[in-house]
T-cell receptor, first 114, second 114 residues
Framework: DTGVSQDPRHKITKRGQNVTFRCDPI?????LYWYRQTLGQGPEFLTY????????KSRLLSDRFSAERPKGSFSTLEIQHTEQGDSAMYLC????????????FGPGTRLTVL | AQTVTQSQPEMSVQEAETVTLSCTYD???????LFWYKQPPSRQMILVIR??????QNATENRFSVNFQKAAKSFSLKISDSQLGDAAMYFC???????????FGPGTRLSVLP
């Protein structure tokens, strides 16, 4: 266990529904990342927070995706009007913020869109 | 934009033997970080080893070592005395010195044969 938790671990939804995932990073980590990982591929960067500020977003993050980190602690990732192509593992990671440190990953939320 | 390539989708090694996983990357930057992450089946991704590009000395962590060839933009991982617990997906990743975005390769699935 790396200390980063994600909830739920699995989510099955029907196309068109909205879903929300939660990530709780390691408490002293001020950087938080969201990634998407499809089967057999490496994680793809979605977005990044420094404290409560969302500083970078990937082109992969369409308008249907929104992420928040309201108090600089936990973060949520919401997908509206889900599509079958959204089916993937959504990973959260956090890090302290020093240039020499590294990310600690959560277990991920596996989303299946029917 | 930086890219990371892992040309070996799958590798296998006999228990107690040595195996080398390949990684190449493309960047125009001179200072950056390189990482190897391990993702066991249904478990969280964890850091295996990290290398700062400005350090000429190759990083080593117990049975894991890297061969960092900056001019060739190559960053291979050597696992010595392979153990059954080493079986996992291994991802090579890149991060700019002052950037926040981690770029991952597609991964290599390592099987360890008893």
């Amino acid at each position: 266990d790396t200390g980063v938790s994600q909830d739920p671990r699995h989510k099955i939804t029907k196309r068109g529904q909205n879903v929300t995932f939660r990530c709780d990073p390691i408490s002293e980590h001020n950087r938080l990342y969201w990634y998407r990982q499809t089967l057999g591929q490496g994680p793809e960067f979605l977005t990044y927070f420094q404290n409560e500020a969302q500083l970078e977003k990937s082109r992969l993050l369409s308008d249907r995706f929104s992420a928040e980190r309201p108090k600089g602690s936990f973060s949520t990732l919401e997908i509206q009007h889900t599509e079958q192509g959204d089916s993937a593992m959504y990973l959260c990671a956090s890090r302290m913020g020093l240039n020499t440190d590294t990310q600690y990953f959560g277990p991920g939320t596996r989303l299946t869109v029917l | 934009a930086q890219t990371v390539t892992q040309s070996q989708p799958e590798m296998s090694v006999q228990e107690a033997e040595t195996v080398t996983l390949s990684c190449t990357y493309d960047t125009s930057e001179s200072d950056y970080y390189l990482f190897w992450y391990k993702q066991p089946p249904s478990r969280q991704m964890i850091l295996v080893i990290r290398q700062e590009a400005y350090k000429q000395q190759n990083a080593t962590e117990n049975r894991f070592s890297v061969n960092f060839q900056k001019a060739a933009k190559s960053f291979s991982l050597k696992i010595s005395d392979s153990q059954l617990g080493d079986a996992a997906m291994y991802f090579c990743a890149y991060r700019s010195l002052y950037g926040q975005n981690f770029v991952f390769g597609p991964g290599t699935r390592l099987s360890v044969l008893p």
